[in-house]
């Protein structure tokens, strides 16, 4: 019998060499968190030899073009090194940041995510504008949904997205990832670096604390916020005085962990060796060795007036927290939520996000 031979354009499917896909591009948080997780696949290091292996596809032209929609971004990301050390700014196409937005507010990550759910709600409350994002080596990648928007529509949200409201005059920077860690106080010190050259006059931590480690509890009027500020060497404002907040008595510029976070902020990396470690931190070192002390610490050593508004809180739904740290926020800065645009007499408009943060309500009916 003979055998058939196939003739060109007669070839089987299973035979037949299909043309190559064009690749995909994806922005430079999403090409980090591919390759984080090809190399966590691999048990491999993410060393430099290892990550010189792993190319990421280039660009066809047109696609550059619809991406992009112009060259200037697509020549930033490409100057950019995945293992860079300093912090690079991203301004979207056609965006540019406002001089008028002086004042900077942003999370300090810690128990709850307070600090981020009071953005979010800060976010969406002032229908603020995305006009870029952060890159930082010290920041895990993560890509996902849009926040905000209740309708998909293409937009990644990165882990440091930075956004505007001209109508408050206020820059809202938002993490949604990690730092990583024992690299704090290097991520601390990039972002005192993009506040003070962005032109930030002042920075507003949002944060929240461990409820376990209040000493004296005292619910009789509510909820209570905690500041620290720069202004005095103390941390003392009587501005927040005047607001009804209290003074965070943890804060000692003297104690050990202080005045070391003290000294590596200005830039001294000299080791001292009566410092704790991990294992054996007491409770007065709790509170210097939380992100937003990092924060405040490096953003003073630059020259900007930082405040840190706080509250003490417990894992679990954090919601009511988020309100009661935006709510301080506002007053501190001067807003009122009813006057944000469009936003009627309520005031705050709820992220969609948050629809799915602990899940759908539980069914009534089984109580």
Known sequence: MKSQLCKPGNIPNSVAQKEP??????????????????????????????VAQAKIKPLHQK?????FEGAELHKSIQKSSIFSKKMEFVIEQGKQPH????????????????????????????????IGYLDDPFVLPCVGNDAYGPIPCGDLALPLEAYESAFSRVALLQQRSPVVKGRMVEFAKNLANFAAASGKKHVVLLSSLDFGKLQKIDMSSG?????????????????????????LQEYNPAQRCWKYLSTLAEGNTMLESNLPFEDELEDEDYYPSLPFAALFSCLKAKGLKVTCLLCYCSEGDNIQDAFHLAEAACRLLGL????????????????????TVYGPPPDMSIF
């Open 336 to 355: 009122n939520p009813s006057t944000f645009p469009g936003n009627g007499s309520g005031g705050w408009v709820i992220p969609f996000s948050w629809q």
């Open 21 to 50: 896909a064009p690749p995909i591009y994806w922005p430079l948080q999403a090409q980090k968190a591919i390759l984080f997780f090809k190399l966590k696949k691999q048990q491999l290091q993410p060393a430099g030899r290892v």
């Open 63 to 67: 696609e550059k073009e619809s991406f």
């Open 99 to 130: 001089q008028e937005c002086s004042t900077l507010l942003l999370p300090a990550l810690s128990i709850g995510n307070v600090g981020q759910l009071a953005v979010d709600l800060l976010v969406s409350s002032m229908k603020a504008e995305r």
């Open 223 to 247: 909820p209570q916020i905690y500041y620290l500020s720069s202004i005095n060497p103390d941390g003392r404002d009587d501005n927040c005085e005047q607001l009804g907040w209290k003074r």
